[in-house]
């Protein structure tokens, strides 16, 4: 079987900015909560058997505790803020299994998922379903991938090294180097993609690094402002690594709870509040594997 994991806080922000508003029957703003529900029924009629999606209950996590510029609910519109939670709640209606975190992250809960399901012996295949970076550590051979899925990328252990230079090992220390304004930490002055993908291509680890740039073994423009710069900020880029490093000592459950059972009756209600019932007919006429 193959198990798929959705980064579901980043499906909403995609279906937010894509789609045209339209309210429930409340009058409150559902256009992008209907257009994940739509697109994860999309994914049952498409084949998914095993289904496991992430949120942010919360956009603060322990980062923040880490690094006073860590990402936070700031900026985020109140309208799309506002369909967090309840499609949490239309995603368990539909039957699927949702990690709604708060001290931690989606990324952390999709990561421990990840890690689960690779080591059970009855899984052929872990699809990641977002286009995050960060996500790119969990990548595995071709037994865990990442999945693109508006551009329809597919990203194996070799795609990885093919797009950052680095393998998955070294996507923290990679991140610590060049940053991720979508986290809100700038990585280290200086450091570009090019020259982080060169050195860690080569040395793996930040710590690996030889201090002096004469012992690099690798070319590089400028590697003695890069040396210093590196060495002056150390322990910032130490930082910035744990920052970028993904938890997989979150609590998932096991495998097998993610098998898509079926919408429950409440979903119905849902579909109706939503002025979507056609969501309730589509997910009833799925038919269920053994």
């Not at 508003?21 to 992008?32: H, K, L, P, V």
């Not at 956009?59 to 985020?76: C, V």
Request: glycine share 10%.
């Amino acid at each position: 079987m193959r198990v798929h994991l959705l980064d579901g806080t980043y499906e909403l922000f995609r279906h937010f900015y894509a789609m045209p508003r339209q309210t429930d029957r409340n009058g409150q703003e559902a256009a992008a909560l209907i257009g994940v529900l739509g697109s994860v029924l999309g994914m049952f009629e498409g084949g998914s058997t095993h289904l496991g999606v992430a949120t942010d209950h919360v956009i603060e996590s322990f980062r923040n505790d880490l690094w006073a510029g860590y990402k936070t609910s700031e900026g985020i519109e109140p309208e799309l803020l506002a369909q967090f939670h309840p499609l949490e709640e239309a995603l368990r209606a539909m039957g699927v299994v949702v990690w709604a975190m708060e001290e931690f992250e989606a990324d952390d809960a999709l990561a421990a998922a990840a890690r689960l399901a690779a080591e059970s012996p009855a899984v052929e295949q872990v699809i990641i379903c977002t286009p995050d970076k960060d996500l790119s550590q969990c990548v595995r051979g071709q037994r865990v991938v990442q999945l693109d899925r508006r551009k329809r990328e597919l990203r194996d252990e070799g795609g990885v090294v093919a797009r950052f230079g680095v393998g998955p090992a070294s996507i923290p220390d990679y991140l610590a180097l060049v940053g991720d304004s979508a986290d809100g930490f700038p990585g280290i002055p200086g450091w570009g993609e090019k020259a982080s993908g060169a050195i860690l291509g080569r040395y793996t680890h930040l710590e690996r690094i030889p201090v002096s740039h004469a012992q690099w073994e690798v070319p590089v423009r400028g590697a003695a402002r890069l040396a210093a710069v590196l060495q002056e900020n150390r322990e910032l880029a130490m930082l910035f690594r744990t920052l970028a490093t993904l938890r997989t000592d979150v609590p998932v459950g096991a495998v097998d709870d993610l098998r898509w059972r079926g919408p429950a009756p409440e979903f119905e209600r849902v579909a109706q509040q939503l002025g979507m019932p056609g969501l309730w007919d589509r997910a009833r006429r799925i038919p269920l594997t053994d």
